[in-house]
């Protein structure tokens, strides 16, 4: 199964999006040039809605995957050609008002087919546009879209169904789990109907568990029903088939031919009432189809059982939404059983593998990713090829052209491809460019969504702004399960994802196909059978020859260079050689110092710089020329000082500093940024801090304070908090303080409250005397805090436990109390953490207390807890999951320890949600003679004790 080009998209949008611009802004007051914009407009407008019809396409023609890529092309060289044009009248423009722009302009038109020959490319543009308006007729497109039907096809899953338990591995564990879970309420006097939903990525064998789930719990109902739900769902025909698998109880056949949705929903109602039934809804795909399925099925107080399979997460929930139903989350294959089912289906037993091979089997195993589908569909490819070493290697190099090409591949591909069809156009777009980065990346959510922005793809809707609209999209594509979720948040939101090797491979081949982005090394170059100008460029290695081979190409068109090999520096193309650059990330390379980047300053369109964690210790000065620049990242770099200049970047919004950074002088002539980072207020001018303030975007700020006395850090202390004051008014969500020493204080008569401030964090160990009269329960957006006290008491505890949207708190002190602390409140906090470098406490938790607590990570001072009998109260964390306990043995002797170790354990076995816990001994300078200095675990086999 094809599906028709969906990169199109990633052009036509911002193309369409720039001509809007042009006609809104003052070229479009200039009667030729409107004229000519009018006419590209309403002519790609109509391109882009019937490209939008074939993106939708299953099995589209030739000639139609022809069309899409002649209109990609045309699109992206009309960007280039305006582009072009702005850029060269731009300079002419800046002089005056409208009157010498129109007059400049005039006599620039009059002069473009001597001057750079763009009037000679608009021309062969509007050519283009004929021939492909023309070819559009000429292919009867139209028609082709009209008479498309979907063709029955055999379900990729059916396998699953029929599959022999003989044959499966690790499905034991979860299946029986799951079992118990279903047949609990067996002998209880409730009776409610409980739903499982299991959700996880294609190909992971939700459909296998569930009918094994069934296989065995089958004998314990009245009535048992298995029904697909698929993309596209017609629900009528699914609750007739689900009416003909429940049994009539006069043994009648039922003739449902002419029956309605209505009637065919209420006659199943009918027969499942009095009835302890059974169902598997597998494959489901939107909230929609569950809520026009879930009304047939009675709450009977009968203990009947509902199961349901989707890939996507917000469906799963919106299955299970009593406390009594279970959302469970497919987890990969372990190595061990990946190995064990691999080897098991080629060779018969997982004994039998040729040591010549093992090298290549594991190979093929990191690239499955514990994906069952995967290892048994390249297992089956390999059952049938000789046993050697080179045809195992040639396969590893081929996946991503076998998933396409291969039948023992099909079912896979085809697998994988629902998950990516059933995406939107704009979410296409987004995910194939995530085949920027090489496998088992990293991908960090606020570097992702950057590039989006920077690239064009995303624009405001509904109210809501880029950045917004972005992250949105992102979290759709984890919630869609196509990328996996990494750095899970206090928040429950992921920082980071991860793709699958598997779905990287499909993105790879789509992305190659759209002439979407071209990947040098990695084992994914893709140079050569290409159509058109590369467009986007991805170094994941390059050496002399992969070197050579890129000098042959035209890199003028290139709108994204993205180098993540560390070492290759010295092999890439010149600066000098793009000129439509819109991204540019070199984050973590090697040898960046030594690259060229005076050309930066030619590349007129850039809007996202990145080059974090490299040694460039100078900016070039010519990067004060990029003035659309939306986006610059040279973080933990030596950079301490920014070009003369540099405030001339009115554009940027995110700026992030390499840790030292000396804030330049008249930013706040930069008005639309909305976050700085990695800047030291000590160094920098006393103005410049003070300057801060006049920056009412400002969203982030991540300073670094170095502590002092004299009266020129005071003098900063003072000009940082009339910014704090000001920007206070404003929208600040997050403020990051780091310093070595000395003391906050200053920053206790912060006045206004920020009231959109979400989180404070204090990394150091300087510290307030007490709980800063600011931090409030007015304070009603604060969820995360990380604070340092001098010493920890009841009455602080207090005011922080009554914000009333704290989901995180993290709390370090200097001074061990005086006596125990008791913990009330803190309705919403999810994790706590209490640490010290020197120091430890007791804290007691009273009923009430933290009613969401997740995680507790605590610091217990073992002699003052033996006082008091060693009690936490941790049956009162109603929701913990798991607990930390960094036990501090100073004057404690072994018995006390042992007795410590066994009381909390005690509390985490009576506790109904059997927490995990794990128990570490603290140690501090004057024991790490005796252990090594090493952090020592309580238990003595080095294994973490879990409840």
């Known amino acids: 199964m094809e599906v028709a080009v969906s990169a199109s998209h990633g052009v036509m949008g911002p193309l369409l999006g720039k001509l809007a611009d042009l006609l809104a802004g003052k070229y479009g007051r200039i009667r030729g040039v409107r004229g000519e914009i009018l006419s590209l407009q309403a002519e790609l407008t109509s391109m882009h809605a019937a490209l939008k019809n074939y993106t939708m396409l299953e099995d589209p023609d030739v000639q139609v995957m022809t069309w899409t890529s002649l209109l990609r092309e045309l699109a992206y060289d009309t960007e280039d050609c305006i582009d072009k044009f702005i850029r060269r009248l731009g300079k002419r423009g800046r002089r005056g008002g409208f009157k010498e722009l129109l007059r400049d302009t005039t006599r620039f038109l009059k002069s ?22 023309e070819l559009k007729d000429c292919y009867k497109l139209s028609e082709i879209l009209r008479s498309k039907t979907e063709h029955a096809a055999v379900d990729p899953r059916l396998c699953a169904l029929f599959a022999e338990e003989a044959h499966l591995v690790g499905v034991e564990g979860p299946r029986d789990d799951l079992v118990k879970w279903m047949l609990k309420e067996e002998n209880s006097s409730t009776k409610d109907r409980k739903v499982l939903s299991i959700v996880g990525f294609g190909g992971l064998g939700k459909t296998t568990l569930a009918n094994e789930v069934y296989r065995k719990i089958q004998g314990h109902f009245d009535c048992q029903v298995f029904v697909s739900v698929s993309q596209k769902p017609y629900i009528k025909n699914i609750i007739k088939d689900v009416i003909s698998q429940v049994p009539c109880q006069d043994g009648s056949t039922k003739d449902t031919s002419d029956w309605d949705e209505k009637k065919s929903i209420a006659k199943l109602r009918e027969l499942l009432q009095d009835k302890r039934y059974l169902v598997i809804v597998d494959d489901i795909w939107s909230t929609q189809a569950w809520n026009n399925i879930k009304c047939a099925f009675p709450y009977n107080n009968c203990s009947s059982r509902i199961i349901t399979t989707t890939r996507i997460i917000d469906v799963a929930r919106s299955c299970c939404p009593g406390s009594d139903d279970r959302v469970y989350e497919m987890a990969a294959l372990s190595d061990l059983h990946s190995k064990r089912l691999f080897l098991k289906r080629i060779f018969g037993s997982e004994d039998h593998c040729p040591d010549m091979l093992k090298e290549s089997s594991n190979e093929i195993l990191k690239k499955c990713g514990g994906l069952p589908l995967a290892i048994i569909s390249i297992s089956s490819l390999l059952a049938n090829r000789p046993v050697v070493k080179e045809e195992w290697e040639k396969i590893i190099r081929s996946i991503g052209s076998a998933l396409e090409n291969n039948q023992s591949l099909e079912g896979m591909s085809k697998i994988l491809l629902l998950s990516y069809n059933d995406l939107p156009p704009n979410l296409k777009t987004c995910l194939l460019y995530l085949s920027v980065f090489p496998e088992d990346y990293v991908i960090d959510r606020e570097r992702l969504v950057r590039r989006w922005i920077a690239e064009g793809f995303i624009s405001e809707e509904r109210g809501q702004s880029q950045q917004e609209v972005a992250e949105r999209y992102f979290y759709e594509l984890v919630n869609k399960s196509m990328v996996q979720p990494e750095d899970i948040g206090y928040d429950g939101k992921a920082r980071a994802c991860r793709v699958h090797d598997m779905m990287l491979e499909i993105i790879i081949s789509k992305s190659n196909e759209d002439n979407f982005i071209v990947v040098i090394g990695g084992g994914q170059t893709s140079l050569a059978n290409r159509q058109g100008f590369i467009r986007r460029l991805s170094i994941q290695h390059i050496d002399h020859e992969l070197a050579h081979l890129l000098a042959q190409e035209d890199l003028s068109h290139v709108r994204s260079l993205t180098v993540t090999s560390s070492a290759c520096t010295k092999h890439l193309p010149s600066l000098a050689k793009f000129e439509a650059l819109r991204v540019v990330d070199f984050a973590g390379c090697e040898g960046l110092e030594e690259y060229d980047m005076k050309s930066i300053g030619k590349l007129f369109q850039l809007k996202y710089l990145n080059f974090p964690a490299t040694r460039i210790s100078k900016l070039p000065s010519e990067i004060v020329l990029l003035r659309d620049l939306e986006t610059l990242h040279f973080g933990a770099t030596p950079v301490e000082e920014l070009p003369t200049g540099f405030a001339q970047l009115t554009k940027l919004q995110h700026l992030i500093g390499g840790g030292w950074t000396i804030i330049p002088k008249k930013i706040g002539n930069m008005r639309n940024l909305r976050e700085i980072s990695g800047f030291s207020i000590t160094k920098s001018p006393a103005d410049a801090v003070e300057d801060l303030g006049n920056l009412p975007g400002l969203e982030e700020i991540d300073i670094y304070l170095d502590g002092g006395e004299s009266d020129e850090f005071r003098r900063h202390e003072e000009m940082l908090l009339s910014s704090l004051c000001k920007l206070g008014r404003c929208k600040l969500r997050s403020l990051r303080i780091r310093a070595n020493d000395g003391s906050l204080e200053f920053l206790g008569s912060w006045s206004p409250l920020p009231f959109t401030l979400q989180e404070f964090h204090m990394v150091g160990d300087y510290c307030f005397t007490k709980v800063p009269e600011w931090i409030a329960p007015a304070l009603t957006s604060l969820s995360f805090l990380d604070i340092n006290l001098a010493e920890l008491t009841e009455e602080g505890l207090v005011t922080l436990g ?20 008791i913990v009330r409140g803190f309705p919403s906090l999810k994790q706590f953490t209490i640490y010290s470098n020197d120091a430890s406490a007791y804290v007691t938790f009273v009923k009430g207390s933290m009613p969401k607590l997740k995680k507790l990570d605590l610091l217990i001072n ?38 410590a170790e066994a009381a909390i354990r005690a509390e985490a076995g009576a506790h109904p949600n059997h927490p995990t816990v794990n128990i570490y001994e603290e140690l501090y300078e004057e024991d790490s003679e005796d252990t090594g200095g090493d952090e020592k675990k309580s238990n003595e086999d080095g294994d973490a004790d879990e409840n």
């Open 862 to 899: 073992v002699s003052m807890a033996k006082t008091y009998d060693f009690y936490l109260g941790i049956e009162h964390l109603t929701c913990l999951k798991q607990a930390t306990a960094r036990l501090d043995n100073r004057g404690a002797t072994p018995s006390e320890r042992k007795a």
């Open 802 to 821: 009554e914000l009333p949207t704290l989901l995180h708190l993290v709390l370090w002190f200097r001074k061990i109390p005086d006596d125990r602390v």
């Open 112 to 133: 473009l087919n001597s001057r750079c020959g763009i009037a000679d490319q608009i021309d062969e543009l509007k050519a283009r546009i004929k021939h492909v308006k």
